[in-house]
């Protein structure tokens, strides 16, 4: 008698079911990809193509690094089961501590920059320890601490803006990747630097097929898996060419690049990242198979401390002074960009692309309706319907599933 399943026999019946089958099993992964696009194609349309020139795309990057790199951050802290809802005030409080230091001080922005990496790991493991050792829930723990590093700032800066920063610092957030062949119309560097990431991304995916075959683990069918690699290499080299022909790419772009490839990496190839989302997914377990939760759970605090550290300082490079209201709200935007990319509010599932993609449909549509002449409070009425949207999807497929 043959061992095919009713679902193989279904597909190879019928290849719409096969299909069906294929897109319900990837939807998460591949669903805010294409909403994205959608959401960029639909602004694009509406603006008559101001979203997609290069001053506006470059600008739409730098304005919205800073919540990737946070959003990066919180993505695991989510998958661990934890959020942290004083990621905003830290980048306040980072920044009002680099504009005293190099401005009041005349400390040099290397020294600075250390430093204040250095401060955003303190804070994490602070925050981090009352989460882990003594189980108070971190929702009270980083609302205090939303609350505390506000303050502090406000007394760091006693009420005044202060700035402007040295030139280097600035370029942290300003600053473009100079053409080495010197074309003064078309940056190559950044075509070939778009080329090179490229094929790593395609290089990477293919790897990670090849050991999910070996494994004998589900894999995407070959079609949609060259279909997703050739959208993906298309889009990279276009955006590659609009950066080209305005100033290149920008020094922070290439910041981005590495905290995702990094992340990436350890969230799906290292021990460490299986034992972040084995603890999301259910902590007792894990602690019974042997991992330290507290301890993995005290670094997942003090590593999203460090990443909302550098945020803060791309934030104040990028305004070039720093202000007692800095990351106002930033929270909530982080946040958001994690659960509309896929994470689930119980925590033990998301991707770092997903958390990255998140932040970017946040920001293409903060960028459009601000082009369209949408006024804020309704702004802000849209993106909670999205983020209410993308909840109970999450909901919704977990109900269905179970």
């Known amino acids: ?29 591949y669903g805010m990809l294409v909403a994205l696009i959608a959401i960029m194609a639909f602004f694009q349309i ?6 997609m020139k290069p001053v506006n795309l470059t600008n739409l990057i730098l304005q919205n690094s800073y919540i990737v790199i946070m959003a990066i951050g919180m993505l695991l802290l989510i998958v661990a089961g934890h959020i942290d809802l004083s990621v905003g005030s830290i980048v306040a409080f980072v920044g009002a501590s680099a504009a005293v230091m190099m401005v009041n001080y005349d400390m040099s922005f290397i020294t600075t920059t250390i430093v204040c990496l250095f401060l955003g790991a303190i804070i994490g493991a602070a925050q981090g320890y009352w989460v882990a050792y003594q ?34 610092f600035q370029k942290l957030s300003t600053g473009f990747i100079s053409d080495i062949f010197g074309n003064e119309t078309l940056n190559i560097t950044a075509l070939l630097l778009g080329a090179l990431v490229s094929a790593t991304l395609i290089f990477v995916d293919y790897q990670t097929r090849r050991k999910q075959r070996q494994y004998q683990l589900n894999t995407s069918p070959l079609p949609l898996f060259i279909l997703k690699n050739a959208v993906l290499t298309g889009a990279i080299l276009y955006l590659s060419y609009l950066m080209a022909s305005y100033k290149g790419l920008p020094n922070v772009l290439i910041v981005l690049f590495i905290l995702i490839v990094a992340y990436t990496f350890v969230a799906n190839q290292t021990t460490l990242g299986r034992r972040i989302f084995a603890i999301g997914g259910n902590e007792k377990a894990a602690k019974l198979s042997g991992v330290n939760t507290e301890r993995l759970t005290f670094y997942t605090f003090m590593n999203l401390g460090v ?19 800095a990351g106002n709200a930033f929270e909530l935007d982080v946040i958001a960009a994690c659960f509309i990319g896929g994470a689930s509010m119980s925590g033990g599932v ?13 920001g293409v549509m903060n960028n459009g309706m601000s082009i369209l002449g949408i006024g804020i409070e309704w702004q802000q009425v849209i993106k909670g319907l999205v983020l209410l949207a993308a909840v109970f999807f999450d909901v919704y497929n977990k109900n269905k599933s179970g």
């Open 350 to 362: 998301g991707t770092i692309i997903g958390a990255v993609i998140g932040a970017f449909v946040m």
């Open 307 to 325: 990443l909302s550290a550098l945020a803060g300082l791309v934030f104040a490079a990028r305004l070039n002074v720093a202000t007692p209201k």
């Open 1 to 29: 008698m043959s061992d095919i399943t009713p679902d193989q026999v279904i597909t190879t019946n019928n290849p719409l079911a096969g299909l069906s089958r294929v897109l319900r099993e990837n939807i998460r992964q």
């Open 135 to 168: 189980k108070i829930p971190s929702f009270i723990v980083t609302l205090a601490g939303m609350l505390v590093f506000r303050g502090l700032t406000l007394a760091l800066l006693e009420g005044q803006s202060v700035g402007p920063f040295p030139t280097g």
């Open 46 to 51: 509406m603006t008559d193509g101001i979203l």
